[in-house]
């Protein structure tokens, strides 16, 4: 097996390497260059990381406890000028969209904002009458890892957020009154609905916006609650592939009629995510800038060492080791920090992603606690998903970059005169 760099190439390029600094080895602008290589690369797949877990997780988030697809009935106009934009055949038309090949479930679905109160308490809720089957097809809700109580006893109660539980003071078996504001109407106006409720399951959808203010009523419950009897305010539903949810659009909106249009979670979130794939670029390039930096210096460190060793190279020269040979020695001391920095880099990243839990809980303990504050960033604690994409662009970044600053210096030494190298020694 043929080898780029022959066994005397190898071994003179590591003997100044691990040279003293006192013989003009490896000098402090070098150990400087491994240790900002190191820095850099570590920045780059830790940011990287927290980057990707913080999109899969606010995605996740959106997928997990809230529709992919929403059809919704346009408003109409009765002879008194009234609107409503409610869907009456919503059992017929739920039925065709689930005859649409990849889709899951299509849930009619009653909605209002009301008030909650219990013992003194107060806070506004968004209401969703959905029936228990369909309830099913959100994944974070019903996740009984994160929630508690009897989702089998949804019928006699309501599901209600972690959040509106907190902040109501309330758990499960508790009666939560609601106030609705569009009750009854009497010849003397609208009067206030109030009902009371026993809470029978307490969820977290790992979204703070979402168990701050939801809570789920059984689905003809609601219809009686909100005067919505024999309609519902919109179909949700769900697809197996919600990535790719364009793909089904037209043949959902097939089966809508002229009065029914749709949406799609990408309408509601895109902008967002498009922000956040902006940031993404915007931080690997800043991060690259950091990279370059880090490798400007192997040019430094190479080009002390190319002046130390001058007499070094006349010998070898004189010796009648070719030009190629001479870069090729120096080009492998540039190369090797280069490659040790990224490795170092590499491992510390990798690390940090692993175990970003304890580690962001030991910063949280140390700050004295709130450095994440969940109603201003959405999820509740800081994700990262280490990534093989992410690793091998840092890794290749990293080396491309050293390997290209590596060649200049080297060459310097290459086109070194032996007789200039010798002529005052």
Same mark, same amino acid.
């Given at each position: 097996?043929?080898?780029?760099?022959?066994?005397?190439?190898?071994?003179?390029?590591?003997?100044?390497?691990?040279?003293?600094?006192?013989?003009?080895?490896?000098?402090?602008?070098?150990?400087?260059?491994?240790?900002?290589?190191?820095?850099?690369?570590?920045?780059?797949?830790?940011?990287?990381?927290?980057?990707?877990?913080?999109?899969?997780? @606010?995605?996740?988030?959106?997928?997990?406890?809230?529709?992919?697809?929403?059809?919704?009935?346009? *408003?109409?106009?009765?002879?008194?000028?009234?609107?409503?934009?409610?869907?009456?055949?919503?059992?017929?038309?739920?039925?065709?969209?689930?005859?649409?090949?990849?889709?899951?479930? *299509?849930?009619?679905?009653?909605?209002?904002?009301?008030?909650?109160?219990?013992?003194?308490?107060?806070?506004?809720?968004?209401?969703?009458?959905?029936?228990?089957?369909?309830?099913?097809?959100?994944?974070?809700?019903?996740?009984?890892?994160?929630?508690?109580?009897?989702?089998?006893?949804?019928?006699?109660?309501?599901?209600?957020?972690?959040?509106?539980?907190?902040? $109501?003071? *309330?758990?499960?078996?508790?009666?939560?009154?609601?106030?609705?504001?569009?009750?009854?109407?009497?010849?003397?106006?609208?009067?206030?609905?109030?009902?009371?409720?026993?809470?029978?399951?307490? @969820?977290?959808?790992?979204?703070?916006?979402?168990?701050?203010?939801?809570?789920?009523?059984?689905?003809?419950?609601?219809?009686?609650?909100?005067?919505?009897?024999?309609?519902?305010?919109?179909?949700?539903?769900?697809?197996?592939?919600?990535?790719?949810?364009?793909?089904?659009?037209?043949?959902?909106?097939?089966?809508?009629?002229?009065?029914?249009?749709?949406?799609?979670?990408?309408?509601?979130?895109?902008?967002?995510?498009?922000?956040?794939?902006?940031?993404?670029?915007?931080?690997?390039?800043?991060?690259?800038?950091?990279?370059?930096?880090?490798?400007?210096?192997?040019?430094?460190?190479?080009?002390?060492?190319?002046?130390?060793?001058?007499?070094?190279?006349?010998?070898?020269?004189?010796?009648?080791?070719?030009?190629?040979?001479? $870069?090729?020695?120096? @080009? $492998?001391?540039?190369?090797?920090?280069?490659?040790?920095?990224?490795?170092?880099?590499?491992v510390l990243g990798c690390l940090f992603?692993?175990?970003?839990?304890?580690?962001?809980?030991?910063?949280?303990?140390?700050?004295?606690?709130?450095?994440?504050?969940?109603?201003?960033?959405?999820?509740?604690?800081?994700?990262?998903?280490?990534?093989?994409?992410?690793?091998?662009? *840092?890794?290749?970044?990293?080396?491309?970059?050293?390997?290209v600053v590596t060649i200049f210096p080297?060459?310097?030494?290459?086109?070194?005169?032996?007789?200039?190298?010798?002529?005052?020694?």
């Open positions: 097996m043929t080898f780029p760099f022959s066994a005397p190439e190898r071994m003179i390029a590591w003997r100044y390497l691990r040279a003293k600094r006192a013989e003009g080895g490896v000098s402090v602008m070098t150990w400087i260059s491994l240790v900002g290589i190191t820095l850099a690369v570590f920045a780059l797949i830790a940011t990287l990381s927290v980057r990707a877990g913080f999109r899969a997780e @606010f995605v996740d988030t959106i997928l997990g406890a809230n529709p992919h697809v929403t059809v919704y009935g346009l *408003a109409r106009y009765d002879d008194n000028g009234n609107s409503s934009d409610t869907l009456e055949g919503y059992e017929a038309l739920a039925e065709k969209i689930r005859a649409v090949p990849g889709v899951t479930s *299509a849930a009619p679905v009653v909605t209002g904002q009301v008030m909650a109160s219990f013992q003194g308490r107060a806070a506004g809720v968004q209401v969703t009458g959905i029936t228990r089957d369909d309830l099913d097809s959100l994944p974070r809700v019903i996740d009984p890892a994160t929630g508690y109580g009897d989702l089998g006893r949804f019928g006699e109660g309501i599901a209600i957020g972690s959040g509106v539980a907190r902040t $109501l003071g *309330a758990t499960v078996g508790d009666r939560v009154k609601l106030i609705s504001p569009d009750g009854a109407k009497t010849p003397f106006g609208t009067s206030p609905r109030t009902a009371s409720y026993e809470i029978a399951y307490i @969820f977290s959808a790992g979204r703070y916006d979402i168990d701050q203010v939801r809570v789920y009523m059984p689905f003809a419950e609601a219809q009686s609650y909100f005067n919505r009897e024999g309609v519902a305010d919109r179909i949700e539903v769900m697809v197996s592939d919600p990535e790719h949810v364009d793909r089904l659009i037209p043949q959902i909106a097939a089966q809508l009629g002229e009065d029914e249009v749709l949406y799609t979670w990408r309408d509601a979130s895109g902008a967002f995510l498009r922000a956040l794939t902006v940031e993404d670029n915007v931080m690997f390039v800043i991060l690259s800038v950091l990279v370059l930096i880090a490798t400007m210096n192997i040019v430094s460190g190479l080009i002390m060492l190319v002046k130390n060793k001058g007499r070094d190279i006349g010998i070898l020269r004189t010796l009648g080791l070719t030009e190629g040979a001479v $870069l090729r020695i120096f @080009f $492998l001391c540039g190369a090797a920090t280069g490659i040790a920095g990224t490795l170092m880099g590499v992603a692993i175990y970003i839990d304890p580690i962001f809980a030991a910063v949280n303990a140390l700050s004295g606690g709130g450095v994440w504050d969940p109603s201003i960033r959405g999820i509740y604690h800081l994700p990262a998903k280490l990534q093989a994409g992410d690793v091998l662009s *840092a890794v290749a970044l990293s080396l491309g970059m050293s390997f080297a060459r310097r030494a290459a086109r070194m005169n032996p007789v200039d190298a010798l002529r005052y020694e």
